[in-house]
């Protein structure tokens, strides 16, 4: 049998980061289990000792001689990247973006240092996983760059710490964290002690210098970002690219930001020439709208300050099965189990011998409550058959008493389906007061479902 290495090696967390000096089947902090991974232990310092390298000593400040510049945000040029960050990118924040393979996060990410070159900022693109030639082809794809963007293919992150102390970027891509490696640490580039200790390193980069740093971060197959849950602490943003490859919309969605609502999303299409901003998502997610179809009928869910409206779909049919089929494509599964439950209890439809299948059309998810009564409202409208008017746009959450309680931002709501020429609104009872009139809108109150549905098949 071979000799084992002496060297020190200690069981790490894929999920939390939790650290321990064995193997045990469930993580005593996030309570996963199987998630322990065994790696060589990290000696304590680079990043301790980055911030005693990267300048003299800080003193403790009164938060009174704090001072805020007006210009500690830079504009990227892209609104729907902008308002997702909160208003521009903050200087000497980190930021991570993750998101499928081919979903167009170092597109979006070579877009922004484009506009951000033209600007006059000095931009450096690190990337360990394009050549030069690679990225300059897809550069020319976008359109043309300015000088003050500088490309680097490294994946040593002494060497790369090394070129950020020296030119002092304004920004910096890494592309992407999983192939960067630490020659302290001895396991492999993208291992858990490698993207911890690599993100340290960046981290105090981005504090001690004032360069915002964006990190790329390849996901795994349930969505998250590939390495320690440690990795979305230890940043400041942290950006999800959503969609599907094969779809042209994709959408940007904050989970974390220090710096701005972690509610805004911004909707992107996918073309030829790069990544184009989408600004009426409202617009863009109706189209193709079919007329008098039954199990279609509009919803609005607020998006941070943005009101989008959906196509709720469903097509519910009697089973062939002994137990029948529920699926849902776009929105919380268990929660649509949930409504149909009410429906049956409260309006006595027999749902129970019936598959049903319910979808956000054009493919975006949506978890507000606020789409509850559309839902209800499209399995009625295609279990009884009777198309829903046109111009009805419905928004509410169903309890489970069948009772339709209020929504925030009911008159932004309302507003936004008159801009699209809606005519009428079935909304909560309870939004009375919070729902301005509009002019060309009739406002439908409805304290329960029972309520909701006499709106649209008389009873």
């Known amino acids: 049998m071979a000799k084992t290495s002496k060297g020190k090696t200690v069981f790490f967390c894929q999920n939390c980061g939790y650290e321990s000096s064995k193997w045990m089947g469930q993580c005593p902090a996030c309570h996963e289990w199987n998630t322990f991974v065994e790696e060589p ?18 003193r403790p400040v009164r938060i009174s001689e704090v001072s805020m510049d007006e210009t500690h945000r830079m504009t990227t040029a892209i609104g729907e990247l902008d308002r997702v960050l909160g208003g ?23 877009q922004m240092c484009r506009n951000l070159a033209a600007a006059g900022h000095s931009v450096l ?26 490309l ?22 890494i592309d992407s964290i999983q192939t960067m490696y630490a020659e302290e640490v001895s396991s492999a580039p993208g291992s858990v002690s490698q993207v911890r200790e690599a993100t340290g390193i960046l981290l105090m980069l981005a504090k001690s210098l004032g360069t915002s740093i964006f990190i790329v971060g390849h996901v795994t197959k349930d969505g998250s970002v590939a390495g320690p849950r440690v ?20 959408i940007l969605r904050a989970v974390k930001n220090r710096f701005g609502s972690t509610n805004e999303i911004g909707v992107f299409e996918m073309q030829e020439k790069g990544l184009v901003e989408v600004p009426n998502p409202s617009e863009y997610m109706l189209s193709g709208r079919p007329r008098g179809a039954s199990g279609s009928v509009v919803a609005c869910s607020m998006e941070g300050m943005r009101p989008v409206l959906i196509e709720i779909q469903a097509l519910v049919s009697k089973t062939s099965f002994n137990i029948p089929r529920r699926t849902a494509a776009g929105t919380d599964y268990n929660r649509v189990n ?5 429906l049956e209890k409260r309006c006595g439809y027999q749902l129970g011998f019936c598959d049903a299948y319910i979808n956000i059309a054009g493919g975006i998810r949506m978890s507000e409550p606020a789409v509850d009564l559309a839902i209800v409202l499209a399995v009625v409208s295609s279990y009884r058959d009777i198309p829903i008017p046109d111009g ?5 959450e169903v309890g489970l008493s069948g009772e339709i309680r209020a929504v925030s931002g009911a008159d932004v709501r309302v507003g936004e389906a008159r801009r699209l020429g809606f005519t009428s609104v079935i909304l909560p009872r309870a939004n009375e007061k919070t729902a301005k009139r ?11 479902i029972r309520e909701a549905v006499g709106y649209i098949v008389g009873g």
């Open 41 to 58: 232990s990290a000696p304590a310092k680079s990043a301790g000792a980055l911030s005693r390298s990267t300048g003299d000593r800080r």
């Open 88 to 110: 521009g990118i903050v200087r000497g924040s980190l930021i991570l973006i993750g998101g499928d393979p081919g979903i167009g996060k170092s597109t979006l990410l070579l």
């Open 125 to 150: 693109y690190v990337s360990g996983e394009e050549s030069l030639q690679q990225i300059k082809m897809r550069a020319e794809r976008i359109g043309d760059m300015a000088d003050t963007l500088f």
């Open 152 to 173: 680097y293919t490294e994946t040593n992150l002494g060497t790369i710490r090394e070129t950020i102390e020296e030119m002092k970027p304004e920004i910096c891509i």
């Open 231 to 250: 990795l979305e602490h230890m940043v400041d943003t942290v950006l999800y690219f959503e969609g599907e490859r094969e779809a042209q919309y994709r």
């Open 338 to 342: 949930l409504l149909m439950a009410v």
């Open 392 to 396: 009805i746009m419905a928004f509410g």
């Open 438 to 448: 509009v002019d060309g809108i009739k406002l439908l109150y409805a304290s329960n």
